[in-house]
């Protein structure tokens, strides 16, 4: 007998909303999504990562040029979640300001920040939810980091890692087929996949998009990675900022 309850009925609908009423979130709703990012499983109990709410018109319409997809000046709020070990350098210089605080430009807090970036917002986006609003969680703030950093003036050893637009769904998309457990979940070692069950999973994802309301097309599951991975690497600029930031410099 399956499992069920109210979260699991919540994650199991989960579609991404990029449709939204005009209608802009309460004071009070945005405080209890940050509320709930705030509970999430963090590194240490360090909480490496910073929220900024955006509410500026023309930042929204700045982002929503970068991200191409103007779900940001669309949205009922849009969340900027920062990778941020800079709190951590001031925490600890204002107790010991002579310390050496080399680790904090390495890889091991780098990965620690966008984990605790990526858990916090996972949790807000099922929060939004549970609340009967919906969203979409955007790595296209990748598309030019650079000018991100420039307009919210983010200091050394912060990075923008994800955007969140959050608002009211004006329509609800089909609930979109996900790959067999199978070629995700493995027994005490990792397993090469089952070709056949891609082949099975393509056919399913094709009929899915055909008929999908709204905006349908002819593609599947090796179409959607081909088209992401034959545009090479097109943020090849990622890196060098990511340095610049004062990261993996160690």
């Known amino acids: 007998m399956a499992i069920e309850n109210e979260v699991l009925k ?10 939204f009423t005009d209608k802009k ?13 705030q509970r999430t499983s963090n590194s240490m109990s360090e909480q490496q990562y910073s929220i900024i709410s955006v509410t500026d018109p023309k930042q929204l319409a700045r982002l929503g040029e970068i991200t191409l997809h103007h779900l940001p000046d669309k949205a009922g709020h849009f969340f900027l979640f920062i990778a941020d070990q800079h709190r951590n350098a ?9 310390a050496n605080l080399e680790a904090l430009h390495s890889a091991d807090k780098f990965l620690a920040s966008i984990h605790d970036v990526d858990l ?11 609340m009967g609003l919906g ?3 955007m790595g296209s703030i990748y598309n030019n980091p650079k000018e991100i950093i420039k307009i919210f003036n983010l200091p050394e050893l912060t990075f923008p890692v994800l955007g969140l637009a959050i608002g009211h769904p004006a329509s ?18 990792y397993q090469e996949p089952n070709m056949q069950v ?15 309301k709204g905006s349908n097309r002819d593609t599947n599951f090796f179409k959607n990675i081909w088209a992401d991975i034959s545009k090479g ?18």
């Open 198 to 212: 891609v082949e099975n999973f393509d056919k399913t994802l094709n009929e899915y998009y055909k008929n999908r």
């Open 233 to 250: 690497n097109y943020r090849k600029d990622l890196l060098p900022i990511i340095k610049a930031q004062g990261f993996l410099n160690n």
């Open 172 to 189: 609800m998309p089909d609930l979109k087929p996900r790959i067999n457990n199978e070629l995700i979940h493995f027994e005490n070692a």
């Open 120 to 130: 916090a917002v996972q949790s807000t986006l099922l929060a939004a939810e549970s």
């Open 25 to 37: 979130l309460t004071e009070e709703e945005v405080n209890t999504l940050v509320n709930a990012a």
């Open 10 to 19: 919540t994650i199991k609908n989960h579609r991404s909303i990029r449709d």
């Open 135 to 137: 969203g979409t969680i």
């Open 90 to 98: 001031k925490i600890i210089q204002n107790h010991k300001p002579d």
